[in-house]
């Protein structure tokens, strides 16, 4: 059973350039998470996919955006990158029946996205 | 504002205990929860508390009090391999989980 697979999975752009991530889901769930994690801090959650919609998001700005296909996976999406955009990016997924919604998360190894 | 507080680092012999706390102030409150983090790899899911009270998997436990926004991630018999990162979290209003900013538990031969 496939967990969460992200790609790529390591990335260096150009301040400016614009960056697609994706994201695969486990098997069997539903809703998926963006975090971004700084180096040597906890991941901070970015937006919520479910049903192909945004249902929630946390302090980051327009540039963020995402998207969430039909077969669950998603995509995460920054537009003119700053060098502070330079992060780990954790996909995670789950299930959003029940309390599993707010844990047992499943991460993926995440993209290491450098901005120069 | 919301926020988790947590030691940034942990140090502690191999064998012995180990407590990880965490208090949390967040808008709404659906369980705390604890993951691990390696180096270079993917946090994973340790364990869950909805309500008061231990929970225990393993040489692993944790504890909440919802009245005190108060819970721990307790370690027990360390390993060399329990070195990494503890991060506690909080499922809040929204389906939104947050989480802390990471403890840094160093194990000592």
């Known amino acids: 059973d496939a967990g969460v697979t992200q790609s790529p999975t390591h990335l260096i752009k150009t301040r400016g350039q614009q960056v697609t991530l994706r994201c695969s889901p486990k098997?069997?769930?539903?809703?998926v998470s963006w975090y971004q994690q700084a180096l040597g801090q906890g991941p901070q959650f970015i937006f919520q996919?479910?049903?192909?919609?945004?249902?929630q998001r946390g302090n980051f700005p327009d540039r963020f955006s995402g998207h969430q296909f039909p077969n669950y996976s998603s995509e995460l999406n920054v537009n003119a990158l700053l060098l502070g955009d330079s992060a780990l990016y954790l996909c995670?997924?789950?299930?959003?029946?029940?309390?599993?919604?707010?844990?047992?998360?499943?991460f993926g190894s995440g993209t290491r996205l450098t901005v120069v | 504002g919301q926020s988790l507080e947590q030691p940034s680092e942990v140090t502690a012999v191999e064998g012995a205990i180990v407590q990880i706390n965490c208090t949390y102030q967040?808008?709404?409150?659906?369980?705390l929860s604890w993951y691990q983090q390696h180096d270079g790899g993917a946090p994973t899911f340790l364990s869950y508390?909805?309500?008061?009270g231990l929970e225990e998997t393993g040489r692993f436990s944790s504890f909440l009090s919802r009245s005190d926004s108060y819970g721990y991630l307790l370690l027990q018999e360390l390993q060399m391999k329990d070195s990494a990162s503890y991060f506690c979290?909080?499922?809040?209003?929204?389906?939104?989980?947050?989480f802390g900013a990471g403890t840094r538990l160093f194990v000592k031969a």
């Open positions: 995670a997924s789950s299930l959003r029946e029940g309390a599993s919604a707010f844990y047992g998360y499943t």
């Open positions: 098997s069997g769930h539903d809703t």
């Open positions: 996919y479910y049903e192909e919609e945004e249902r």
């Open positions: 967040t808008s709404g409150f659906y369980g």
């Open positions: 508390n909805a309500l008061d």
């Open positions: 979290a909080v499922g809040t209003g929204g389906f939104k989980t947050i």
